[in-house]
């Protein structure tokens, strides 16, 4: 059964540095790996989506690598800003096992950038 | 990408009744899926809406107590039965997915009283 990780579990950080969001991923029979933002209480924003012969997508500050073979996916987010506070969540398209056809979702990285 | 419509936004409910979320999405899609996310927690699959056949459900999750329907390719709605509080949770609807990004609707904020 497909597991995902993310590291950290929170995050605080002060508004200007450059971060690196972790995300793990037990089987690498995946279609593609996606980054999501949650604001509190809200549905789910899609950043990035890497398809699984990509390494790497790029959304302005957002950059999102992609190691299939080792399962490790990472968000890096350049120059932080207040407004990139939110939950930041990892999820992979499974293309085998029992969770073929599904999305399998990691608790995510609750993010604050304090001014 | 496509755009979801999901609604209510929210809705306070008592226990022992049943609340309908409906699921609009502005194009056809294959695969709907509907999703909880209890408080302080991750997204769980509750079950995919199949268009023309009954829904398939994760485990844990039953018809009698989260009947999904989806009459066509651009609309599914998700009931939760006889509520109570530990119904109390954020449900997403979700489309795509395979080839192209997935996306989600606003979700609904249910707490049930």
């Known amino acids: 059964k497909q597991e995902v990780t993310q590291i950290p579990a929170a995050l605080s950080v002060p508004e200007g540095e450059n971060l690196v969001l972790n995300c793990s991923f037990t089987d690498s029979a995946i279609y593609n790996l996606q980054w999501f933002r949650q604001d509190p209480g809200k549905g789910l924003t899609s950043l990035l989506l890497i398809q699984s012969s990509q390494r790497e997508q790029t959304s302005g500050r957002l950059n999102a690598s992609l190691d299939k073979s080792s399962g490790r996916s990472t968000l890096y987010i350049a120059a932080s800003q207040p407004g990139d506070s939110a939950t930041y969540l990892c999820?992979?398209?499974?293309?085998?096992?029992?969770?073929?056809?599904?999305?399998?979702f990691g608790q995510g990285t609750i993010l604050t950038v304090h001014p | 990408s496509a755009v979801i419509s999901q609604k209510p936004s929210r809705d306070i409910c008592q226990r022992g009744t049943s609340l309908t979320i409906q699921c609009q999405v502005d194009s056809q899609v294959t695969m709907m899926f509907w999703y909880r996310q209890q408080p302080g927690q991750s997204l769980t699959l509750i079950a995919t809406a199949n268009q023309g056949s009954e829904a398939t459900y994760e485990s844990g999750f039953v018809i009698d107590k989260f009947p999904i329907s989806r009459p066509n390719l651009t609309f599914s709605t998700l009931t939760v039965s006889n509520m109570s509080p530990e119904d109390s949770s954020i449900y997403l609807c979700s489309a795509g997915g395979l080839n192209t990004e997935a996306f989600f609707g606003q979700g609904t904020r249910l707490t049930v009283v």
């Open positions: 999820a992979v398209f499974n293309a085998g096992g029992t969770s073929y056809g599904k999305l399998t």
